[in-house]
């Protein structure tokens, strides 16, 4: 059986052109996809059954017991932490703000680690986005900034940018032009028409001169900027002035480093300064598969997009406060329930040494490195592969995904539903 126009469900370009060949219940053929999306189709060795730890060893439990002991865990804690949800469907999204609210946890998602500054920047001064499609049909000029699309989106740019063909655009790969601005020559660089190769944490110095370019003060600006010339600034921000539609995608790079938000903050003025004189847009190069839409549903469910605390009984925010690694590291939380995410590959250490402390519940259909930091983990359906749902593009436009495996697995929607019942239930009597 071949499955056409799945949904890939690895980064956040998903891309929804992938065929992909079962056959007994098994993927065999990926076509369309990147190496990325084609190990995430092709799956790896997939957990069988909960597993409970027993001193230094597993035993394997029953999804009734697993889910009972995460009810319990989550009821008995006076601070739990609900963190991850950038790799599962809004669906599941939607029950976990129910069970933050329920229990008066905090519910942090992974972008709190990742573009969680490009949101604060966005909260103060506004979005100027577009879609994906927008810019591959009308952008002339496309800049990656602190972001290396070959190694951690390689589609975006043959299906939008670099290699992909534009209703506007009479021979795209010709006329548009793509410029990478990052602390190091990137394979992106080597693909690109100009590198601006900046000091690192130089980027908010870069771009107050550019800006002040576009605004007619080239004689302000001194010989280098964070070691850019002001001849090559002069250039790029010629390129900029003279494009028909430009498009700023930026990364971690830029949003991560020093001056973080206010990076973000920069560049979206610098971007405000440039539609003055010709169509300009900005967004974010976002990583996992559906952490767009952990913000959006954090959002439309409590008005705010992450790192929201439940303790006083109404939705409270305040990011560097109630945000997953400020809790851990300040020992604030005494049970933590961890969906579609691994944070012990990616968090500080202080953090992991508290969450070695405390009960942790995963749901994830892979052992990874937050495996050995769980008292259960639970395997579920793999998002997107055999558990459809709604996911939101980088873009923010949110796609239904299809579902190409049928297991036995359970879904996270569902394994967190069943725990909201148990913990509702037990809460009335
Ligand atoms: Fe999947 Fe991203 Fe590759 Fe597209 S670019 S196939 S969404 S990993």
Same mark, same amino acid.
Not at 8 to 14: Q, S, V
Not at 120 to 142: F, M, S, W, Y
Not at 234 to 239: C, D, G, K, Q, Y
Not at 354 to 381: G, R
């Given at each position: 059986?071949?499955?056409?126009?799945?949904?890939?469900?690895?980064?956040?370009?998903?891309?929804?052109?992938?065929?992909?060949?079962?056959?007994?219940?098994?993927?065999?053929?990926?076509?369309?996809?990147?190496?990325?999306?084609?190990?995430?189709?092709?799956?790896?060795?997939?957990?069988?059954?909960?597993?409970?730890?027993?001193?230094?060893?597993?035993?394997?439990?029953?999804?009734?017991?697993?889910?009972?002991?995460? &009810?319990?865990?989550?009821?008995?804690?006076?601070?739990?932490?609900?963190?991850?949800?950038?790799?599962?469907?809004?669906?599941?999204?939607?029950?976990?703000?129910?069970?933050?609210?329920?229990?008066?946890?905090?519910?942090?998602?992974?972008?709190?680690?990742?573009?969680?500054?490009?949101?604060?920047?966005?909260?103060?001064?506004?979005?100027?986005?577009?879609?994906?499609?927008?810019?591959?049909?009308?952008?002339?000029?496309?800049?990656?900034?602190?972001?290396?699309?070959?190694?951690?989106?390689?589609?975006?740019?043959?299906?939008?940018?670099?290699?992909?063909?534009?209703?506007?655009?009479?021979?795209?790969?010709?006329?548009?032009?793509?410029?990478?601005?990052?602390?190091?020559?990137?394979?992106?660089?080597?693909?690109?028409?100009?590198?601006?190769?900046?000091?690192?944490?130089?980027?908010?110095?870069?771009?107050?001169?550019?800006?002040?370019?576009?605004?007619?003060?080239?004689?302000?600006?001194?010989?280098?900027?964070?070691?850019?010339?002001?001849?090559?600034?002069?250039?790029?921000?010629?390129?900029?002035? &003279?494009?028909?539609?430009?498009?700023?995608?930026?990364?971690?790079?830029?949003?991560?480093?020093?001056?973080?938000?206010?990076?973000?903050?920069?560049?979206?003025?610098?971007?405000?300064?440039?539609?003055?004189?010709?169509?300009?847009?900005?967004?974010?190069?976002?990583?996992?598969?559906?952490?767009?839409?952990?913000?959006?549903?954090?959002?439309?469910?409590?008005?705010?997009?992450?790192?929201?605390?439940?303790?006083?009984?109404?939705?409270?925010?305040?990011?560097?406060?109630?945000?997953?690694?400020?809790?851990? &590291?300040?020992?604030?939380?005494?049970?933590?329930?961890?969906?579609?995410?691994?944070?012990?590959?990616?968090?500080?250490?202080?953090?992991?040494?508290?969450?070695?402390?405390?009960?942790?519940?995963?749901?994830?259909?892979?052992?990874?490195?937050?495996?050995?930091?769980?008292?259960?983990?639970?395997?579920?359906?793999?998002?997107?592969?055999?558990?459809?749902?709604? &996911?939101?593009?980088?873009?923010?436009?949110?796609?239904?995904?299809?579902?190409?495996?049928?297991?036995?697995?359970?879904?996270?929607?569902?394994?967190?539903?069943?725990?909201?019942?148990?913990?509702?239930?037990?809460?009335?009597?």
């Amino acid at each position: 059986m071949i499955v056409k126009d799945a949904v890939c469900p690895f980064c956040g370009c998903l891309c929804d052109d992938i065929e992909v060949e079962v056959e007994e219940n098994r993927v065999v053929a990926v076509t369309n996809a990147c190496e990325l999306g084609t190990t995430k189709f092709m799956g790896e060795k997939r957990m069988k059954n909960p597993i409970l730890r027993d001193g230094d060893r597993w035993k394997d439990i029953t999804y009734d017991e697993a889910i009972r002991y995460a &009810a319990d865990m989550l009821l008995e804690a006076e601070r739990p932490l609900l963190y991850g949800w950038s790799g599962t469907h809004g669906e599941a999204q939607c029950v976990g703000v129910h069970m933050a609210e329920l229990v008066r946890g905090v519910i942090d998602n992974t972008s709190s680690v990742c573009h969680g500054p490009s949101i604060l920047a966005i909260q103060e001064v506004g979005h100027p986005g577009c879609t994906l499609g927008v810019v591959k049909n009308r952008a002339d000029l496309v800049i990656y900034w602190g972001s290396n699309p070959i190694d951690a989106h390689p589609r975006h740019l043959s299906r939008y940018t670099r290699y992909a063909e534009g209703f506007f655009l009479e021979n795209a790969f010709r006329d548009r032009k793509v410029i990478v601005v990052d602390i190091r020559k990137t394979e992106t660089a080597n693909i690109a028409d100009e590198f601006v190769q900046i000091k690192p944490g130089g980027d908010y110095a870069v771009l107050s001169a550019l800006r002040a370019i576009v605004q007619g003060k080239t004689d302000t600006i001194p010989r280098t900027v964070a070691g850019v010339t002001r001849e090559q600034l002069v250039r790029v921000a010629t390129l900029c002035k &003279a494009a028909k539609f430009g498009a700023v995608y930026f990364g971690l790079g830029l949003t991560m480093t020093q001056g973080k938000y206010k990076n973000i903050r920069n560049a979206i003025e610098l971007v405000s300064e440039l539609s003055r004189h010709t169509k300009f847009t900005i967004s974010a190069m976002r990583g996992h598969y559906n952490v767009y839409g952990s913000n959006e549903v954090n959002t439309w469910m409590t008005g705010y997009p992450f790192g929201i605390d439940y303790s006083r009984g109404i939705a409270f925010y305040n990011p560097g406060e109630t945000t997953a690694v400020d809790i851990l &590291a300040r020992k604030e939380c005494d049970a933590a329930l961890i969906v579609g995410s691994d944070p012990a590959a990616h968090f500080p250490r202080k953090c992991l040494e508290h969450l070695a402390d405390i009960p942790v519940v995963q749901l994830d259909p892979y052992p990874n490195a937050t495996t050995a930091f769980c008292n259960v983990q639970i395997p579920v359906a793999v998002t997107g592969i055999d558990a459809e749902g709604t &996911a939101y593009r980088m873009d923010g436009v949110p796609i239904r995904t299809r579902k190409v495996l049928s297991t036995d697995y359970p879904s996270d929607r569902e394994v967190l539903s069943r725990m909201y019942i148990l913990m509702q239930e037990a809460l009335e009597r």
